[in-house]
């Protein structure tokens, strides 16, 4: 059974940093990718980043380039994205989902129709 669990959300100020967590469960499929997306409040999900795991190439939304970055750990089975330089309009449920076979990050971006999905996790920055 596929499982992932994020973790690393919390309070921050404007300016502050967090980095966020996706645990997975041990994948059967030799090639897949993690993204990250959020919604907040009354707008739709967003995908924010993503990671392959074929060549390691990665997508970034122009709202979060330059200030996150995405990471993995394959060791621990977990994805990591480093949330520096947040401002309010960061505030959102963040989920991490992951889509077995191939996938091209850097060409497809992270689109919402991905497989697997964690329950998310909350991200608030105050002003």
């Known amino acids: 059974e596929v499982q992932l669990v994020e973790s690393g959300g919390g309070l921050v100020q404007a300016g502050g940093s967090l980095r966020l967590s996706c645990a997975h469960s041990?994948?059967?499929?030799?090639?897949?990718?993690i993204g990250w997306f959020r919604q907040a409040p009354g707008k739709e999900r967003e995908g924010v980043s993503c990671i392959s795991s074929s060549d390691g190439s990665t997508y970034y939304a122009d709202s979060v380039k330059g200030r996150f970055t995405i990471s993995s750990d394959n060791a621990k089975n977990t994805v990591y994205l480093q949330m520096n330089s947040l401002k309010p309009e960061d505030t959102a449920v963040y989920y991490c989902a992951a889509e077995p076979g191939y996938y091209f990050c850097a060409g497809y971006g992270a689109i919402d129709g991905m497989d697997y999905w964690g329950k998310g996790t909350l991200v608030t920055v105050s002003s």
């Open positions: 041990d994948f059967t499929f030799d090639d897949y990718a």
